[in-house]
């Protein structure tokens, strides 16, 4: 009797055992499933991070231009292309102002979003100055995520 038991008993532990992983086919859904989902984040993220290098040009191109303005406060002169944005880090030594000594402006010179030092013409082709980004492709000009940003935007 024991044995008929084990018998009937024994078949559907074998059909469990057999129906306890996923197909193939199972998995090939869920990876096609999830490579749309992919594509879609993606479609949609990467067009946010170029705004956002952007708008972290504008800031950083801002910032420049407050260092600038201090400068030109405290020694009467805005800094000469030569000089550049340099100048901010280091005071001139004929500043007149109440910092520390040999504080600057700002405390370093930021690179653009895309790794590249920021430009400074003196005296400006828009303004008493130009403060500017060359863009994603480092290079004047461009259209896009290439074109140059500046303080005259």
Avoid: C
Wanted: hydrophobic content about 40%.
């Amino acid at each position: 009797m024991k044995k008929l038991l084990l018998r009937l008993i024994s078949p559907a532990k074998a059909n469990r055992s057999r129906e306890a992983g996923f197909t193939l086919v199972e998995l090939m859904v869920v990876i096609v499933i999830i490579g749309l989902l992919a594509t879609v984040v993606a479609i949609n993220v990467l067009p946010s991070q170029d705004r956002a290098m952007v708008e972290k040009a504008k800031a950083d191109i801002s910032l420049l231009e407050q260092g600038l303005e201090m400068f030109r406060l405290e020694a009467l002169r805005y800094p000469t292309t030569e000089e550049g944005l340099e100048a901010l880090v280091t005071p001139p030594e004929n500043a007149r102002g109440n910092r520390a000594e040999g504080e600057g402006y700002i405390r370093r010179l930021p690179e653009d979003p895309w790794g590249n030092p920021y430009q400074y013409i003196y005296p400006g082709e828009h303004g008493r100055f130009d403060v500017y980004s060359l863009g994603a492709d480092g290079r004047p000009g461009g259209e896009g995520s290439d074109a140059d940003i500046g303080n005259w935007e």
